[in-house]
């Protein structure tokens, strides 16, 4: 079945929903988006050849998902190829395994590009690529160097004088390596777009197009997307040499096994929800998403005074920084991970239980790549959403373009509601001191810090008291 990479040209299309999900599909796509003919029959792992199932086995799997088994016998056949495919569903694996029938280890030469919006996205997809090449003598002697911003030149520039034959990166810094004539595009014969969309919503457009331009016209393209809005149809028809569409989503883009619920919530009170949900929930480990580098500061630093084993992750972070995080969150050595949107495409961590999202997300898009952090590979999870009444008509919509099924929930009540309510009262009428030299709230509130900590039962009876009273004088003025 495997064909020479320099002869492949791929087709396709496979919509594997309901009829009533084909027709609304086909009523979007119009003739935009073709069904492969002919179409091919799945593979299993006993079907692959020696190097492919030696790699399957190097990665740990027993056998292929359903996205691997649909979308490699269009690979291997030489047709170029859109996938559609939710998140974690196991995409990376569709487009790496035909690797080690395709490309060709004697030739120490760039052969395949792999192009992904971020960062960790790529360091994913390289990990993946060296735990799969370790099979077998000849696809160990295969190389892949890994290219982004961030850090040094000098170990890519190294990467690809050596003749790495896979190249996996971000768009900003692989132009930058064809500018500077580090990175010789003209031997390419394999062009691979992982999350399309998300390379688009990022800006990345025209890099990509300059990129392709650098590429051989005779190559084969296929792109992997989670939704397939127009802009991404739109340049899979520039980009592609009349692809065929395979859908293993369809409309219905987010993770079966994923529940969703959200929480109605006061704006100043979003902070305390938090830590009242996960007190609830006590996630094994989750990541919380919030819309700006500002909030997710706040965030972390408000749970971590908690007591919350939590970190941050956002564009102001180094490279470094942002994978040492990533590393202890993937190992168990991290629950919590805060992050923006930079953490919303690409992080496989495959015991991540729940995602939190703290604020809304603006594009509609990013609620299904931030819940697809969870719920990967068959797995259960659970999606909780913060909304304010002003972003609940949004969430809603949200939901209903992506057939999210969203329970909304009630939180349970707090038996401290009262005593709060009376001693912030109590606490907003207080008088500061007449002269000034009396110490005044700001002066104890280190002690009632260092009490929090060392004697809780001591803090507790002086509140118990301030309690008893502002609740006599409460009853007294009614």
């Keep these: 079945m495997a064909a020479d990479i320099s002869q492949s040209k791929y087709t396709n299309v496979i919509d594997l929903t309901s009829e009533a999900q084909q027709e609304r599909r086909r009523d979007e796509v119009g003739s935009e988006l073709r069904e492969p003919d002919p179409p091919l029959d799945e593979v299993t792992v006993d079907e692959l050849s020696g190097h492919m199932e030696q790699a399957v086995h190097a990665a740990g799997w027993t056998e292929l ?15 170029d190829l859109i996938v559609q495919s939710q998140t974690g569903s196991g995409k990376t694996g569709a487009f790496l395994l035909p690797l080690f029938d395709l490309v060709n280890p004697d030739k120490e030469e760039q052969q395949v590009l792999i192009l992904t919006p971020t960062r960790e996205l790529a360091r994913q997809i390289h990990e993946e690529f060296e735990q799969m090449k370790i099979a077998t003598p000849r696809t160990n002697r295969m190389e892949a160097v890994l290219i982004y911003g961030g850090v040094g030149y000098q170990p890519q520039i190294d990467g690809l004088k050596n003749g790495a034959q896979v190249v996996i990166g971000t768009p900003g810094r692989i132009l930058d390596h064809i500018k500077k004539d580090n990175f ?25 197009k300059d990129i ?27 980009f592609l040499d009349d692809p065929g569409f395979l859908s293993l989503s369809t409309d219905k883009v987010s993770v079966e096994e994923n529940e ?78 805060v992050a923006t949107d930079v953490a919303a495409r690409g992080i496989d961590v495959s015991d991540l239980s729940h995602v939190f999202i703290y604020d809304v997300p603006q594009d509609h898009e990013y609620i299904i790549h931030r819940s697809g952090r969870t719920a990967r590979a068959g797995e259960e999870g659970t999606t909780i959403v913060l909304s304010t009444h002003e972003d609940e008509y949004e969430l809603k919509r949200m939901a209903n373009t992506y057939d999210i099924e969203l329970e909304k929930a009630e939180l349970p009540a707090d038996p401290h509601s009262e005593a709060r ?13 007449a002269n000034g030299e009396e110490p005044g709230v700001e002066d104890f509130v280190p002690l009632v810090k260092e009490l929090s900590d060392e004697q809780p039962e001591l803090l507790a009876s002086i509140i118990t008291e301030l309690y008893a009273e502002a609740k006599t004088e409460d009853e007294e003025e009614k």
Excluded: W
């Design 212 to 238: 392709v331009e650098h590429v051989p016209g005779d190559r084969v393209s296929y792109m992997y997307s989670a939704t397939m809005p127009p802009k991404v149809r739109s340049v899979a028809r520039e």
């Design 65 to 79: 998902m359903d996205v691997q088994r649909k979308a490699i016998p269009y690979t291997l056949d030489g047709r």
């Design 260 to 337: 969703y619920r959200y929480y109605l919530v006061n704006p100043m009170d979003k902070d305390r929800v938090m830590a009242q949900l996960l007190e609830l929930e006590e996630p094994e480990s989750a990541l919380i998403f919030a819309n700006t580098k500002r909030e997710v500061s706040y965030l972390n630093k408000f749970l971590s005074n908690k007591g919350y084993d939590i970190d941050e992750m956002s564009g102001d972070l180094s490279q470094r920084d942002r994978e040492e995080a990533l590393d202890r969150l993937r190992e168990g050595k991290l629950r919590l991970l």
């Design 421 to 433: 309510e009376l001693l912030q009262e109590r606490y907003a009428n207080a008088e500061a001191p």
């Design 184 to 208: 010789d595009a003209s031997t390419l014969r394999m062009l691979v777009l992982d999350e399309a969309d998300e390379m688009l919503s990022m800006g990345f457009y025209p890099d990509m």
